[in-house]
């Protein structure tokens, strides 16, 4: 059974991932039929950065899956057997 705390963590990391895909879809999907003069461009980046920076955490992602890959790999590995 989870504790308090951990209900707690995973809520903070379902509402930070609601907020993260709403601002995102806002972004890509409702931006740009937006006019370029209008109040709420202010809160954006600039369009480039919605391809740049999914990329960026994709190459971190498999970076990290990589190199944890890696760290199981080595720990598990058997030694050779000398005859």
């Given at each position: 059974m989870a504790t308090r705390v951990d209900q707690?963590?995973?809520?903070?990391l379902v509402v930070f991932s609601l907020l993260?895909?709403?601002?995102?879809?806002?972004?890509?999907?409702?931006?740009?039929?937006v006019e370029s003069d209008h109040v709420l461009h202010i809160y954006f980046?600039?369009?480039e950065?919605?391809?740049i920076l999914p990329g960026i955490a994709a190459v971190i992602l498999l970076?990290?899956?990589g190199?944890?890959?890696a760290v199981i790999m080595w720990?598990?590995?058997?030694?050779?057997?000398?005859?």
């Open positions: 707690a963590v995973g809520m903070s993260l895909f709403t601002y995102y879809s806002v972004w890509v999907i409702v931006l740009p039929f980046l600039p369009r950065y919605s391809v970076l990290c899956i190199a944890f890959t720990k598990h590995r058997k030694p050779k057997k000398v005859d």
